[in-house]
C-alpha cells in the first residue's frame, strides 16, 4: 500500500470506530515506531484514555501515568501550557543536557523507551489531544529522520484529528470485530470487566472511570445526576471489595494481563 492509499484509508475511517486504531497503523507505517499512546485531555481534569499500542510494561500507564504521574511529565505540562498545535522532542523541553538525560533514564526504566515525541492537538482552549510515539531501541538517525517527518504531517494529522474528535466526546468505542490485537483485547477487558459482579449500568459506570472521566462526566453522558453516578459508584467499590479509584485501576489491570 503507497502512502497516499494509507492516508485514503485514514480519511475514510474518520468518525468511524476505527479511526484511532487506522490512525496508529499509519503513524507506526511513515515513522517505523514501537509504540503509540492517545489521550484526551481537558483542563485540571484527568486524562482520558483513548488508544495505545503499548506491549511492555502496562502497569506504569493504566497505575500509575494516568492515575497522577501525568502531572510531572513534561511532555503533557508542554501540552497543557500551549496555546496551539505542536510537536515537541525531550531536547525542546530541557535546558539542561543533565536534566535531559537524568528523567531519559527514568523515563526509560518505567516504559522500556528510549526515543519519544510528543504531539499536541489543540481542539479547543480546555480540550487536547496529546499523542505520544515512542522507540523501543535508541537510533539517532531514524530519530531525526521521525522529526522531520511528523513535522511535514503535522498539519494533515491536525486535520484529521480535528474532523474526529472536534465535537465528539473522548469516549473509548466498545470492542468491534474490525480491532485488532491489544486494542481489542483492551475493548473485550472494559467491556467484560466485573461482569459477574456489577449490574450493566455499573459496568458502564466502571468502565467510563477507568478511562479517566469523573462524576460530573459520567453525569452528563448518561443524563442521570451527579449524585446517581457516586452511589453507583459506591456500590461498584463495595461489590469489587476495594476503597479507591487507584485500587479499581488495579483490578482492571490485573483483569485485562489474565483475560
Sequence with gaps: MTEWQRVADLV???????FSQRLATFLKTELHSDQLLLLG???????????????TKRDFLFHHYLMDSYLH??????????????????????DSAKARKSYQQLFTEKTGLHDEFCLSF??????????????????????????????????????????HWGQDSFV?????????????????????????????????????LLQGFDSVDIAQQLSITAGTVKNHRKKIYAKLQIGSLSELFQLFLTHLLTS
Design 12 to 18: 475514510s475511517s474518520i468518525r468511524t470506530i476505527d
Design 172 to 208: 473509548v468505542s466498545s470492542a468491534s470485530p474490525a480491532k485488532t490485537g491489544l486494542q481489542h483485547q483492551l475493548s473485550q477487558a472494559f467491556s467484560c470487566f466485573g461482569q459477574q459482579l456489577l449490574t450493566d449500568k455499573e459496568q458502564q459506570i466502571a468502565s467510563l
Design 73 to 94: 511529565d513534561p511532555f503533557y505540562l508542554r501540552a497543557q501550557q500551549a496555546t496551539d498545535d505542536g510537536v515537541w522532542r525531550l531536547q525542546d523541553l530541557f
Design 41 to 55: 485531555c481537558r483542563a485540571d481534569k484527568h486524562p482520558i484514555y483513548l488508544y495505545d499500542c503499548i506491549d
Design 122 to 163: 489543540k481542539l479547543e482552549p480546555n480540550r487536547w489531544i496529546v499523542l505520544f510515539i515512542g522507540y523501543s531501541e535508541p537510533n539517532q538517525s531514524r530519530y531525526q529522520a521521525s522529526y522531520q517527518k511528523l513535522l511535514q504531517l503535522q498539519g494533515l494529522l491536525s486535520a484529521f484529528i480535528r474532523q
